[in-house]
């Protein structure tokens, strides 16, 4: 009985460690990539033509200034970025608009258009002297 129950917690340890090196190796990042527009001069700003998603009280939806239906989002995205090499969507939401339709709205953004770059507009980022978005360098894969 005793090698029994010996032989169980060996063999529940080692499945358990196992499991553990199991999901080190196979980690994948989860959840959504948040990237806040970074703050700039108005001499750095450019020429670029800024698309802006923007998520109305209502639960309606505006590109730049034009109101769209929430069955043509898809189509609409689709449409403004089929001949665009910089595929940058800056997303502004109402104080009121869930964090769950916030997401909604990039996820519908995401599955139209490939290489899509998405980021979160927020208030202080608005009163800057225009849009301009820096990634940040990729970081080394440190060791856990």
Request: aromatic fraction near 4%; glycine fraction near 4%.
């Amino acid at each position: 009985m005793r090698w029994t129950l010996r032989i169980l917690l060996v063999a529940t340890a080692v499945l358990t460690l196992g499991l553990r090196v199991s999901k080190r190796l196979n980690h994948k990042p989860l959840g959504l990539s948040v990237k806040l527009i970074a703050h700039t001069s108005l001499s750095q700003c450019g020429d670029s033509d800024v698309i802006v998603l923007q998520l109305l009280n209502d639960r309606s939806f505006r590109i730049n200034s034009e109101s769209i239906p929430i069955e043509n989002l898809r189509g609409q995205l689709r449409e403004i970025f089929r001949s665009r090499a910089e595929r940058v969507l800056l997303v502004r939401a109402d104080p009121e608009v869930s964090f769950q339709e916030v997401v909604t709205a990039i996820d519908i953004a995401q599955g139209a258009i490939s290489n899509l770059y998405v980021a979160l507009l927020t208030p202080e980022a608005e009163r800057e002297p225009c849009f301009y978005i820096t990634r940040r360098p990729e970081l080394p894969n440190l060791p856990r």
